[in-house]
């Protein structure tokens, strides 16, 4: 009798708090036309996972593996890839957001969300990427089009998204403000952050002047309060895809843009990304790991939001 091979992974079958993860064996992936099958060594946590593990978000009703960040060894190639074969390290993001599950023991997903992990990276580094990555660059190269001595801000600077953005705005030789708490401000000027913004005790639209590009990682009324940061004809980039539509009136009111997006798997962006860390211009910072059989432990520290940095699941 034939039996199909099996995998630990991180299941629910309810919304709620991360008592309502799981750990159990399900079926392993198989590895369809134009995807490779890889095995995960780590996938890093996001804000998206545990608002997805509490709210189904974009993607409904459980049962469901959250994780979209991977790291990890190719173990076998669907008809048609050319570009990988097994034993391959790659790294990637799966497809936003229905290509989540990527905290399991393997993932099979398509072949142009991975790329080649950088030799200058271990796996946990690189499954700390993806995400806040292709974020950062999206917002601030795609859609800001950002210039060298442009002045740019980001918010939650300290944070997943944010310090990643810090990095790329540096290396594309940008003047860089970021908004964080003061117990924080050292490591933003470790990053190289050329002004830090308290915002418990400082008004960021008071502060930040004559700004070219904005990257919004919070939403609200920061979106909009944003907008009085810029010079005519700047931008305010928002990661948050659904907000009030007073951003975009006031920004036609002040002659300025506003624009909001959600992440895309591309394995272009991702391959920029891949030749900054390779150039040492990019490194995500560790907050800290967890076992896959730790992920309730790993959601519960993400959600208390005082971390520096990225959360990474490790195989056990």
Same mark, same amino acid.
């Given at each position: ?10 299941? %629910? ?6 008592? +309502?993860?799981?750990?159990? #064996? ?21 804000? *998206? ?6 709210? $189904?978000? =974009?993607?409904?009703?459980?049962? =469901?593996?959250?994780?979209?960040? +991977? ?6 190639? $669907? ?7 097994? $034993? ?19 993932? @099979? ?10 030799? @200058? ?5 690189? @499954? ?18 950002? %210039?060298?001595? %442009? ?49 418990? *005790?400082?008004? =960021? ?36 895809? +659904? ?12 002659? +300025?843009? @506003? ?9 272009? #962006?991702? $391959? ?8 040492? %211009? ?35």
């Amino acid at each position: 009798m034939n039996l199909k091979p099996t995998m630990q992974a991180a299941i %629910q079958n309810s919304l709620g708090g991360p008592e +309502v993860l799981e750990v159990v #064996d399900i079926p392993r992936p198989e590895p369809r036309t134009n995807e490779v099958l890889v095995r995960v060594h780590a996938a890093s946590l996001n804000p *998206t996972d545990w608002k997805h593990r509490a709210n $189904g978000g =974009f993607l409904g009703d459980p049962p =469901f593996v959250l994780g979209w960040d +991977v790291s990890g060894l190719v173990e076998a190639v $669907g008809v048609g890839v050319a570009r990988f074969q097994p $034993g391959d390290e790659v790294f990637g993001m799966l497809s936003y957001p229905f290509g989540h599950g990527s905290h399991a023991e393997y993932v @099979a997903a398509p072949a142009r969300v991975f790329t080649k992990k950088p030799a @200058a990276l271990d796996h946990v580094q690189a @499954a700390a990427l993806p995400l806040v990555s292709l974020t950062a660059w999206q917002a601030l190269i795609e859609n800001a089009d950002l %210039q060298p001595g %442009q002045r740019v801000l980001v918010h939650a600077a300290g944070g997943g998204v944010g310090h990643i953005a810090v990095q790329i705005a540096k290396a594309r030789g940008a003047y860089v403000i970021g908004t964080a708490s003061a117990a924080k401000h050292d490591f933003l000027r470790g990053l190289g952050i050329d002004e830090a913004i308290d915002y418990r *005790t400082q008004d =960021f639209a008071e502060v930040a002047k004559d700004v070219d590009a904005v990257l919004d990682t919070i939403g609200g009324d920061t979106s909009t309060r944003s907008l009085r940061t810029l010079r005519p004809g700047g931008i305010v980039v928002s990661i948050l895809p +659904v907000g009030s539509y007073d951003f975009y009136r006031e920004a036609e009111r002040l002659g +300025v843009r @506003a624009v909001r997006m959600l992440v895309d798997s591309s394995r272009a #962006d991702l $391959g920029s990304i891949a030749e900054l860390a390779e150039a040492g %211009q990019l490194r995500a910072t560790i907050a800290e790991t967890f076992p896959l059989g730790r992920i309730a432990d790993a959601h519960r520290l993400g959600e208390t939001g005082r971390t520096a940095g990225k959360i990474v699941i490790t195989r056990e």
